[in-house]
Structures are given as C-alpha cells and as structure tokens.
C-alpha cells in the first residue's frame, strides 16, 4: 500500500515570509565565502546574497 500524504495550503504568513522587507529594499545581506575569486574581472570580489529573498550582490574590491 502507498503512504498517503497531507495536503495543506500554506498559511498568507508562511507565502510571504519576508519578502515586504526585501520588496522595500532592506535586504538581510549574508557574505558568501564559497565564490571570493571572479575569474572573468581576474581580482577578489565579496558575494553577498540575502537571507530572505535569496537576491545576490557583488562588490569588488
């Protein structure tokens, strides 16, 4: 016999979690340490991605 599993809407609060933050531009910014050399511009760069969203940034150095 098969599992038969739960189905359950997510609640307006678990859809939008964090995103009016971010949509307003106040990103919860989080150093990447993996990625820390762009090969295309051959220099050190920080990759910051946020927590929330997940949209990334660079800054080079």
């Known amino acids: 016999m098969a599992d038969i599993l739960p189905f359950k809407r997510k609640s307006p609060f678990e859809k939008h979690k964090g995103k009016t933050l971010c949509r307003s531009g ?3 910014w989080v150093v990447v340490k993996e990625k820390q050399f762009d090969v295309k511009q051959g220099r ?18």
């Open 26 to 28: 106040f990103h919860k």
């Open 44 to 61: 050190l760069v920080t990759v910051y991605k946020c927590e929330r969203c997940g949209e990334q940034k660079v800054e080079a150095h």
